[in-house]
């Protein structure tokens, strides 16, 4: 079982508000990732993180912006959510070390703006 | 543009039988490809996973069969069971920055 945690598991919202999804992990990982799942779909990377102050965007435009101070933390701020950013999120991280790199994840959070 | 290009969508299987899904990729730089099994609720995890210098690879009841010349891999489940049932993933590691590019899932139903 992979320690690495999302909270909240859902959130339902309104139009306009800021949100930030939490994602940690007890590993001492370096790589962290965000990725975007839609129902069916493949997941797209919306962010990445080599280690503590290091962030680079993914493939996929999102309007999401990240943070890394701390190794095991990972935020994901929207600053005003809309009905286009519904979607379920999910967190990664990995060693960034070794032959494999395997990502573990995290539950994900299910994201409704309504 | 896909990167990973994923099929069947999805699949029926009976109980027992062989459960087959395919990948296809075209960037000839990925070096490492995992499956990864996710169910509902759940974020994906780690199956079985390949380097392209090996043909294929098993654990248990799962194989991955790699075709390197043809740009392929495919994930066969021997012996499917009803706890087999979740949505598959393959997916590509990029070289130069340890990025992974996901095929769009193959949700598999093994029927009891």
């Known amino acids: 079982e992979a320690d690495i945690y999302q909270t909240p598991r859902y959130l339902v919202i309104g139009t306009g508000k800021k949100i930030t999804l939490e994602c940690s992990q007890t590993?001492?990982?370096?790589?962290m990732y965000w990725y975007q799942q839609d129902p069916g779909m493949e997941l797209h990377l919306i962010h990445y993180?080599?280690?503590?102050?290091?962030?680079e965007k993914g493939d996929l435009s999102s309007e999401s912006t990240v943070s890394r101070i701390r190794t095991e933390h990972f935020p994901l701020t929207l600053e005003s959510a809309r009905p286009s950013h519904t979607s379920q999120y999910l967190c990664a991280s990995s060693a960034g070390t070794g032959d494999t790199n395997e990502q573990f994840f995290g539950p994900g959070t299910r994201l409704t703006v309504l | 543009q896909q990167q990973v290009k994923q099929s069947p969508q999805s699949l029926i299987v009976q109980k027992g039988g062989i459960s087959i899904i395919n990948c296809a990729y075209e960037n000839t730089a990925f070096d490492y490809f995992p499956w990864y099994q996710q169910f509902p609720g759940k974020g994906p995890a780690l199956l079985i996973a390949i380097r392209p210098d090996v043909s294929e690879k098993k654990e248990g009841r799962f194989t991955i069969s790699f075709n390197k010349s043809a740009k392929q891999f495919s994930l066969h489940i021997m012996d499917s069971q009803p706890g087999d049932s979740a949505t598959y993933f393959c997916a590509a590691r990029g070289v130069n920055f340890n990025k992974f590019y996901f095929g769009s899932g193959t949700k598999l139903n093994v029927k009891p």
């Open positions: 993180s080599y280690g503590v102050n290091s962030t």
């Open positions: 590993m001492g990982h370096d790589k």
